[in-house]
């Protein structure tokens, strides 16, 4: 839902997802579970830090006709309701974890001086609907806020109580889906 795109042309419905590398080195074996995908390493030559990216793509219609059905064309801007009304609650926590390890962030900073900063937050689009967000925190009972600035919007948690009850809700029965970075993230900062 978060770093992934879809376009359709003449003679192919396709579907695709790109990261960096390292990521989708963790993420890859899970997709190839559900099909055939190309694969391609991109290295970025005109920034020398810029970590080499990988992209997989399928032509899956049938995957394709099932995300388009569910609003993922619009997904920069409309609420993940529809989507999530199909999926079993017991299942719901690994789309929000997908969710945070695509535009989510976990951050941690403690200085030498003064409080430490706790933080995680997802990022998008400025007219991004966040109600689906929103009735999860509002369910898990976690403080939030929500701000908009000319180039994006951002649902963000700013207490430790909070991001925990985010953190222990999508790591529930952690089964090493998802990015260990982003998990290790997550435990330095309720464990600190």
Known sequence: WADGYMYQNKNNSTLGVGLVECDMLELEPHLDRIGVWNKRVSKNKKIES???TKS???NNKRLYEFLKENDYCEKSNKSADKILLIIPN???????????DGDGCFYYYKPKKGPTLRQFSISSSR???????EKLFNYLGIKYSISVGKSGSQIRITN????KLFG?????NYDD???????????????I
Do not use: A, C
């Open 90 to 100: 017991n299942l719901k926590h690994y789309f929000f974890r997908g969710l945070s």
């Open 50 to 52: 810029w970590k080499p």
């Open 177 to 191: 889906i998802g990015l260990s970075r982003k998990h290790e993230k997550y435990l330095e900062i309720t464990q």
């Open 56 to 58: 997989l793509t399928t």
């Open 168 to 172: 222990n809700y999508i790591y529930q």
């Open 160 to 163: 430790k109580k909070g991001i």
């Open 127 to 133: 007219e991004q609907d966040w109600s689906y967000v």
